[in-house]
């Protein structure tokens, strides 16, 4: 998304996607395999492209040299390190679905598709962390252990199941993790205002989501919005982020929330303060088409965006 980007084709591929991760256009190249006993998952397991093995190696080397992945560094600016190293990887939607449109079904164990040289915006936020949790382990760094902690941020609980295992609400990806000690929510304690909406935005859209063709699938995910209620979000209003910049650190995890009926947010991204400790966004833009860092600040461009309410903010921990 560029700084002042209309959010119709966002919501399009994004938000109609959001079966992703919570916004959905985060989706990614398959790489890793879903369960043992699935014939055509375990042939996905083979070892990923060595353009993605070399980065992940590059990467939590250069965290390690920098000495980032000590205790006392938080590790969102660990994460943003890595994300300054994915600037100019091609953005590319939809690659989490590439299994349903194979024909595969959404019951059973959902492969585990991973890439570093591609992303969507919850792709890049996800992968950052996982290469700067895989940079904590004194030992080398491997695909299987990047794609364990993606696994864990990614579905409800750290646990993948079918395709409603998925943590699709991307509020509810920040809440699940909360809840593991992934993450610790600041919105509330920023004064942010309670959103109690119902989230029915993908069984309101069926036909936009392949995977709700099943109807038991549908039934679950159904379910599983239902279950969303009377857990409020706390948005910091856009009037509001500049009044509490201050309070954001670098590495912060962002969602942009949004009016639209149904839905949470239409972005996730990272705080990131440059060099003259200006706060602007660190993401994977639906119409820039690479990673980037706004040249726009924080509060310029969530107030570029139409129909957007604020922030949900969270702090990634070490965990």
């Not at 004194?138 to 990047?146: A, K, L, Q, V, Y």
């Not at 209003?237 to 839905?263: C, H, M, N």
Request: one cysteine or more.
């Amino acid at each position: 998304m560029s700084d002042a980007i209309s959010r119709r084709d966002l919501l399009k591929s994004m938000a109609l996607a959001t079966a992703g991760i919570g916004l959905a256009a985060c989706q990614r190249p398959q790489a890793s395999a879903s369960a043992a006993t699935d014939t055509a998952a375990a042939a996905a397991n083979a070892a990923p492209a060595n353009t993605d093995e070399a980065r992940l190696n590059e990467w939590a080397a250069t965290v390690r040299r920098e000495a980032l992945a000590r205790e006392d560094v938080p590790l969102g600016r660990s994460a943003v390190r890595v994300g300054e190293l994915a600037v100019g990887t091609p953005y590319e939607a939809y690659t989490l679905e590439a299994y349903l449109r194979a024909g595969r079904s959404p019951s059973r164990t959902e492969p585990l598709t991973l890439s570093l040289t591609k992303f969507d915006c919850v792709s890049l936020v996800e992968s950052c962390l996982a290469i700067s949790r895989v940079a904590d382990d004194p030992g080398p760094p491997t695909w299987e252990r990047f794609g364990s902690e993606m696994e864990r941020m990614r579905y409800r609980g750290g646990v993948r199941r079918g395709y409603t295992s998925r943590l699709h609400y991307f509020s509810e990806w920040i809440t699940d993790g909360a809840k593991r000690g992934l993450y610790r929510e600041l919105g509330a304690e920023l004064g942010g205002v309670e959103d109690n909406r119902p989230l029915r935005f993908m069984t309101e859209h069926r036909a936009s989501y392949p995977a709700l063709a099943d109807d038991g699938v549908y039934r679950e995910i159904g379910e599983m919005e239902r279950g969303l209620d009377g857990q409020p979000r706390h948005v910091i209003p856009t009037a509001r982020i500049a009044e509490v910049s201050d309070k954001i650190q670098t590495g912060d995890i962002l969602a942009f929330a949004t009016a639209i009926p149904g839905l949470d947010v239409t972005h996730a991204a990272y705080a990131y303060r440059d060099s003259e400790n200006v706060l602007r966004v660190l993401h994977a833009p639906l119409s820039g088409g690479a990673v980037e860092v706004t040249k726009t600040t924080l509060p310029e461009y969530v107030a570029a965006i139409r129909r957007s309410t604020g922030i949900l903010l969270a702090r990634p921990l070490r965990a």
